[in-house]
Each structure stands twice: as C-alpha cells, then as structure tokens.
C-alpha cells in the first residue's frame, strides 16, 4: 500500500524512460505583456516566459475554481470540488479538444507549479497532524469507539475476498483497496466545518468516531503494506520497520520534547517568538529532505507524525495554524487539487478495463457494507433514523486526504491512469453528494421542536429562574455579575446561573465543551476558564441559597459558538440567555474595541435561542448593589429604568425589570410612551400590555411615569434628557414592530438586533451615560 510520493518514477512492472527538453538559459522573467504588441521586437511572446507564464495559470486556476463555485455551493457542494473541476477544465484531454493546450500548457510549467502544490499538501497533512489532539483518543464514549471501529473494520473484512480474485487488467489485491475504507479526520472535519453542523450532537459524535477511525485506518494501512512488502522481499520489510520506528523513535524523543520546550520558554499569555517558528519549520523541511532519501514512501504518514509531536492549542500549535493556515488553505492548497485533476490523460469511457469494472465494484461494496453497518448500529441504539443514515455518509465521505494519496500513488506509477481517473471520480461524486444528503437529512434545528417556549411573562414570581450568562473577555465578568447581582435573586425566587466561557477554537481540530461540575478536575481548560469561576464562584457566596452556580467551557469556532449556546439553553431549560455587546467602552465613553464576530454570534442566537434573549450594552457605570444593612441610603440605590412601548418583547423587558425591586437596593422607573393618535382601540395585544403594566401603576416601589408623543423625535428629546438619570435602562428589540413612538427612527437605526430604542440608547450622541439591555422573547421557530 502506497503512503507518500515516491521520489522516483517507477511503473508497476518494467521501466520507464523520460526525456525532457529545457531551453537554457532559462527565460524567467519577460519584458512585459505590451511589449508583445510594441514595433521592432521580433519573436516575442509574453507567455514564452516562466514567471508571467505561472502567474498566468495560477490566476485562470482560482477564476475557474471560483467561477464554479459560484453556481455549486448553491447546492451546499464544497469549493474543493469547485477546484477539481477547473483541473477536468484545464487538462490536456480538454484543451487539445479547444487546441490551446501548447498555449497555455507546457510540462515544465506545470511540474513547477505541481511543486507549489506539493507545498500545500505537506502543510494541510503536518498542519491536521497539529490541530489534532492525540489525547482525545482515549477520552470518546463508548458510541465513538464503536462506530469508529465497525466503520473500518467491517469494510476491511467484506473487502478481503473480492480484494484477492484475480482480475484481467492486472494485480489489485490489498494494494488499493485501503483506501475504500479508510477514514481521514480532517476530510470529515472539513465537512463537518462545511455543515456548520461541528457543534451539533451529530458533529460532535462524528468527530469522536472519525478520530478512532483515523487512526485505526492508518494502522491497518501500515499493517497490509508490510504484509504485501514482506510477502514479496522479506528484507525490505525489515528495512521498511526499521526506518518507520527509527522515525517514531527520533520524534518521540526529540522532536517532541523540542516542542514541548518552545512552548514552555513561551510566557503564558504571550506569542511564541519567531525563532520557535523556524524551528519548527526547520524541523519539517528537513523531514521532507530526508523522507526524499529514506521514507519516500511515507512521506504522507509521517507528516501526520510530525504533527502529532506539536503541543495542539497555544502557544505553539495556535501560532502555527495562524501563520500558515490562510496562505496554505486559500493558495498553495487550491493549486495541489486543480494540479492533482489537470494530471487526468483521458475522459473517455471506453477505456475502462476489467481492473477499473472490479474496483467499482470493491469501492461500491465498501461504501455499502460501511453505510450499513454504522447505520445500524446507530439505530439499534436508537437514534432517529434521518441522523444514523447522516452520520453513515459522513463517516464514507473522500475528499482531500484520499486525493493525496491517488495522486502520489499516479506520479510514482503505482497505478495506472485509468485507475487515476477512477479514484478520482470516487472523490467528486462522495464530495459532492453526500453534503447534499446530510444536510437533507440532518437538520440541528430539528431538537428544538416541540420545545416548550420559555418566557418570562409565563413564569412564576417565585420560581427558580434558570439563566445562561455568556463569557468572551475578561471586562464580561464584572457587567455579567453586576446585572445578575441588580436583578435580586432571594430564597423565595433564585436563580440558576449557567456561565459559559466562550473560547474561540484555535490551533486544534476537535470543540470542546466541558462541565466543570464534573469530577475531572485535570482538564486542561480548567486554566482558561479560571478566573470566570472563581468570580462567579464568589457572587453565589455573596447570594448563598439565593443563586447557584454552574460553569461551562466551549471551545469552538465562531461561527458555531450559537449552537453551544442553544445547546446549554436547551439542557438546562433556561429561559433567558445574558449575551454581551459586541463593543466595549473606556470609562471616559470612549469605544475600546469591536468584534464584528460576537456581533455576528448574538444575531444567530437571537435568531435560535429557546427562550428569550437580553443584550447587555455595558459603558461601565453599571454598579453591584451593596449588600450590608446601609442599603437604603440613596448613594446604594441602583437607578433602573425600563422603557415600555408594548409589544412581547417591551412585556419580557418588563417583567425582567419587575424581580429587581423584591429588595429595596434597587430603585426602578417605568417610563411608558403612549402614541398621540391612540384612540383608545382595544386589541389582543393592548390587553396583554395592560395586564402587564397593572402592578406597575399602582405599586409603591416602582415610579410609573406616562408620556404622550406624537413621533419619533419627541421619543428621543425625553429620552435624552432622562438618560443621565439611570445607571441601567431596559428596553424590548421590538424587531420589525412599526408604531409613531418610534416614527422616521429605523433609518437611523446602526444595530438592528438592539431594535429601535437599544440603537439609540447605545448610539455616541448619549456618550455612554448608562449601560442597556436590550430583550427578546423567544421567537416561535
């Protein structure tokens, strides 16, 4: 079985002679594409020349690929498939059909840029290698072991039989078919990624499995090559052992440790330096120049080797996917699957032999036998049937792994290019379907349903309310604790919090959520999550038996951190998310920074959260309310008010507003805007804001004060001149919700998921005089 590139060409049986012709000296660089068209220069041609020549096809590589893409990935297809594509377009069969291929394409130019492309895989292999985190081997359920064993062995063991009949078009045996079964991690967490489904209970699972099965793949892959080496010259399998464990040897004892220091001379909290850069780039560079002489043959595995010797996570795993992983991902990468396409000799069908019809027929069997047998499985523990068939196609998905593999295994003659052509159709056509089919099949909304809707207006004044309260930065801690602390959690009516701290994923593969109710107190995310517990920790002493505490750690991407939120929100029954702002302020109102990706965060949870959902605009005047017997004083009051329009969200913000006056350290206004024109009609909606506002009229600890406008700009004259008064405004979204108190206002509007008044409130023209929080009852999905 093949694992690298093999640095010398060599067919399956005989030899081979190349002969090349080189232009010396060699035209590097030309004088310019206008000096083509100038009088007086004769023979000239811009493309005769290296460099515009280069620049010339990797520009019409990434236009095709994207111009593909354009129209595919309205069908959820990936862009890899987009970027083999343009390599069909931009073979040799296809452009002697249009007569350009001499025009465009000479062989020295594309082994060139075929290096350039070498380039890009060797990074994405090291580079899976150093996001993965070995330890997390040991640490999958019962179900991941499962499915990640039955899905390669069962394929392997239904492969045995058919892998031994001899076919016509010459030997198969073991030699190709690992790669029917095979499981690669990071093609499925591509996918996964693709989905936006890694956060899900099916991503989750998936990646558990896929880690079992990608490591169990290489291992019997490993296993049959030196079974298949040893069968034929028994020597060289002994040498083939030797350099593998002298390989692993020399990691584990060197390179690993190598690492581990870099990251440990790194001060917590700082960058690695540059110079642990280069070693670790050193490190490979000189791997691959060795792998030439000595492990060409697996050069592919012990990429991923060296990989896994780098400590995942920062400092040093971080820096290195943050240094390489846009210039490998978004160039050097695209170049490897359009070149690896572009090496296709033929497209047409008639050429299949009995060879091509036999490993149809041993892909299609391994396809099946590993669909069924994780399908099974899955719904013999019953899981819903549209999940199992989805989480099945995920675990038989090829993508770019597999495609490293067919085409070393092409360039080093390994197979022929028919088998080439074969392959590579095997990964177009699971790249391209089995995204459509799971998300057909798999929708992560679906566990919402028949959800109860959980508001605050239906719950009991003197039920336990449970609230997720989400952590980014440090500054979050202190405004989180000062609203919950503002809204006077007592024994008769207590809180649950619920925090979780927020961590974006980086530098490694796997999300991770972790408890840290749970008894494992070893787990390496316990130190970036300490300061969170310790401080929340604290205010549940403060409030003993009033509010209890429990804390969570996400660590995941950005764009799917909402479904670790719906998620919490939905396990713990939860009928109010804490979400923070996306700016943050200095104490003098000045804006300190912005996160455009916490901003894009709150508007997918505000669009899935189940249950409602409260922005916090914190200026930093937002003060804890003292808790010793001096309370009643005016200097440790809390001002609040809540600005009432109506509407579900204004009643929400309401009855939010109303538990922060069951102690008298707060002081709360309700500020009601009544439309001039209201002529008293009387509707669903009118009688629900009443029976809401009647304890407010009438109660002696909140001030009700009512104001007729006409239009918008009266709103906002009261509003600013109110707004100093407060430390703490409420307000409802009222997305969408036209009424004249808030007339000509939405074209102003920065913010839209703060609504009309929360803009307003949080706009530069106020200077930051109080802090805000902006309420949405739960939507009905």
Avoid at 32 to 49: A, I, N, P, R
Avoid at 176 to 195: D, K, Q, R, S
Avoid at 537 to 555: D, E, P, V
Avoid at 646 to 672: I, P, S
Wanted: hydrophobic share 45%; charged share 15%; with cysteine.
């Amino acid at each position: 079985m093949f694992l690298g590139r093999g640095q010398n060409i060599r067919p399956i049986n005989g030899s081979v002679s190349i002969t090349a012709c080189i232009n010396l000296p060699p035209e590097v660089n030309s004088a310019g594409l206008l000096t083509q068209f100038e009088g007086g220069v004769k023979d000239y041609k811009w493309l005769d020349y290296t460099t515009p020549r280069i620049m010339f096809l990797i520009a019409t590589m990434l236009i095709i690929s994207q111009a593909f893409h354009s129209v595919l990935k309205r069908f959820g297809i990936p862009i890899f498939i987009s970027q083999i594509f343009a390599g069909l377009l931009l073979s040799r069969p296809v452009l002697q059909v249009i007569k350009v291929a001499d025009k465009i394409i000479t062989p020295e130019h594309v082994q060139l840029i075929g290096s350039m492309g070498n380039i890009g895989i060797a990074f994405f292999i090291f580079q899976s290698g150093v996001k993965m985190d070995i330890s997390m081997v040991a640490k999958v359920g019962r179900k991941a072991w499962y499915i990640g064993i039955l899905s390669v062995i069962a394929p392997l063991v239904a492969l045995i039989p058919g892998s031994m009949v001899p076919s016509g078009g010459g030997p198969t045996g073991l030699f190709i078919t690992p790669l029917y079964y095979m499981t690669a991690y990071p093609v499925i967490f591509c996918l996964l990624t693709h989905l936006k489904i890694l956060n899900s209970e099916l991503g989750r699972l998936a990646q558990s499995s896929a880690i079992v099965a990608d490591f169990l793949s290489y291992a019997t892959i490993l296993f049959l090559t030196l079974s298949q080496v040893a069968y034929s010259s028994p020597p060289k399998a002994i040498q083939l052992c030797v350099y593998i464990l002298t390989f692993i040897v020399i990691v584990m004892v060197v390179v690993r440790p190598a690492m581990l220091l870099i990251a440990r001379m790194t001060p917590e909290g700082k960058e690695v330096s540059r110079t642990g850069l280069y070693v670790v780039v050193l490190i490979l560079l000189l791997f691959l120049s060795f792998a030439r002489l000595f492990y060409s043959e697996f050069t592919v595995l012990g990429l991923y080797i060296l990989g896994l010797a780098v400590p995942h996570g920062p400092p040093l795993g971080s820096a290195l996917v943050n240094k390489f992983d846009t210039m490998i991902s978004g160039f050097f990468l695209p170049i490897f699957v359009t070149t690896s396409a572009m090496r296709l000799h033929d497209l047409s069908l008639h050429t299949f032999n009995s060879l091509i019809w036999h490993n149809i027929a041993l892909a299609s069997l391994a396809a099946l036998v590993k669909f069924g047998a994780c399908a099974l499985l899955l719904l013999y523990w019953k899981m819903h049937r549209n999940d199992a068939m989805a989480l099945a196609l995920i675990m038989n998905i090829k993508g770019i792994v597999e495609m490293a593999f067919y085409t070393f295994a092409s360039d080093g003659r390994y197979v022929s290019p028919n088998m080439f052509r074969f392959m590579l159709g095997v990964v177009i056509v699971t790249g391209s379907v089995v995204p459509i089919l799971v998300r057909k099949l798999y929708d992560p909304s679906r566990k919402y349903a028949g959800y109860q809707i959980k508001k605050l207006v239906d719950c009991k004044p003197e039920s336990e309310l449970q609230i997720v309260s989400c952590i980014h930065v440090p500054s979050n801690i202190i405004s989180a604790i000062n609203l919950l602390s503002i809204s006077s959690p007592t024994n008769e009516s207590p809180i649950v919090v619920n925090v979780l701290h927020l961590i974006k994923l980086n530098g490694q593969a796997t999300s991770i959520f972790v408890s840290h109710q749970s008894k494992n107190k070893n787990i390496y995310t316990y130190c970036y999550s300490e300061n969170v517990i310790l401080s929340f920790k604290k205010f549940g002493g403060l409030h003993w038996g009033a509010a209890s505490i429990n804390a969570f750690t996400a660590i995941s991407p950005p764009d799917l951190m909402h479904d670790d939120i719906c998620t919490l929100a939905l396990d713990k029954l939860a009928s109010l998310v804490i979400l923070p702002f996306h700016r943050t302020w200095f104490i003098d109102g000045s804006l300190e920074s912005e996160d455009q990706t916490v901003r894009n965060l709150n508007l997918c949870v505000l669009e899935k959260a189940p249950c409602s959902v409260g922005i916090l605009i914190d200026h930093g005047n937002l003060k804890r309310p003292v808790t010793h017997t001096d309370s009643s004083s005016a200097d440790s009051l809390s001002n609040v008010a809540m600005l009432f329009i109506g509407g579900n969200d204004d009643r929400e913000a309401l009855t939010f507003a109303k538990r922060m006056v069951r102690d008298n350290k707060v002081r709360l206004t309700v500020v009601h805007f009544i439309a001039a024109s209201d002529n008293g009609d009387v509707d669903w909606e009118t009688i629900l804001d009443s029976e809401v506002l009647r304890g407010v009229e009438n109660s002696e600890y909140i001030r009700y004060v009512k104001h007729v406008v006409k239009d918008g700009a009266e709103t906002v004259k009261i509003v600013h001149s109110i707004v100093s008064e407060f430390e703490l405004i409420i307000v409802g979204r009222r997305y969408n919700l036209e009424s004249p108190q808030t007339s000509c206002l939405k074209q102003w509007s920065e913010f839209p998921e703060l609504g009309i008044l929360g803009d307003l409130l949080a706009s530069k023209d106020l200077g930051g005089k109080c802090s805000v929080l902006v309420m949405q009852q739960q939507r009905k999905n």
